[in-house]
Antibody, heavy 117, light 108 residues
Framework: EVQLVESGGGLVQPGGSLRLSCVAS????????MSWVRQAPGKGLEWVAN????????SYVDSVKGRCTISRDNAKNSLFLQMNSLRAEDTAVYYC??????????WGQGTMVIVSS | EIVLTQSPGTLSLSPGDRATLSCRAS???????LAWYQQKPGQAPRLLIY???SRATGIPDRFSGSGSGTDFTLTISRLEPEDFAVYYC?????????FGQGTRLDIK
């Protein structure tokens, strides 16, 4: 059974940092692109970042470029999102999602990030 | 950036009705790169349709997708009580990946 379990969310002050983690199981993690997708409270879905199977390619939505870094450790079946210079508008549930073909076929349950003083 | 506009914003129907949800793109999207998701309150999204018309594993055949170019449709042939949720379309054809704003399907 495919499982994605996120952690690392929490309350952080504006300008602060957080590192989100996602541990995968039930599939060959290193064979898939992986993504982070977020959802602000009461709002729609927003793709945040992607990474290729070996981590050699990464892409980001403009609003997080220069502030966030996606990375992965295939030996530990783990995906990460380092978030710096956090802003109030980064407040959201952050989902880890597996990319299969051109869609997100499995999602974790999400981890909540709240940026507030 | 490709903007996806979903309509209607809210659709109020009864169990047994047919639901037709629209997703219009600001530029042409390859059919291979258009997906639909269902999200229920407090849950993660679930992939329903990929490649515009292929059902994901385990998705009932009352869900179907169609369309090409800039106009795509998700149809639910006969609504079941568990189908009342928010539905999103998404394109992966060009960066950034974008989602529509969602259609809320409510029980009438």
């Amino acid at each position: 059974e495919v499982q994605l379990v996120e952690s690392g969310g929490g309350l952080v002050q504006p300008g602060g940092s957080l590192r989100l983690s996602c541990v995968a199981s039930g599939f060959t993690f290193g064979s898939y692109w992986m993504s982070w997708v977020r959802q602000a409270p009461g709002k729609g879905l927003e793709w945040v970042a992607n990474t290729k199977q070996d981590g050699s390619e990464k892409s980001y939505v403009d609003s997080v470029k220069g502030r966030c870094t996606i990375s992965r450790d295939n030996a530990k079946n783990s995906l990460f999102l380092q978030m710096n210079s956090l802003r109030a508008e980064d407040t959201a549930v952050y989902y880890c999602a597996r990319v299969n073909g051109h869609a997100f076929d499995f999602w974790g349950q999400g981890t909540m990030v709240i940026v507030s003083s | 950036e490709i903007v996806l506009t979903q309509s209607p914003g809210t659709l109020s129907l009864s169990p047994g009705d047919r639901a037709t949800l629209s997703c219009r793109a600001s530029q042409s999207v390859s059919s291979s790169y258009l997906a639909w998701y269902q999200q229920k309150p407090g849950q993660a999204p679930r992939l329903l349709i990929y490649g515009a018309s292929s059902r994901a594993t385990g998705i009932p055949d009352r869900f179907s997708g169609s369309g090409s170019g800039t106009d795509f449709t998700l149809t639910i042939s006969r609504l079941e009580p568990e189908d009342f949720a928010v539905y999103y379309c998404q394109q992966y054809g060009s960066s950034p990946i974008t989602f529509g704003q969602g259609t809320r399907l409510d029980i009438k």
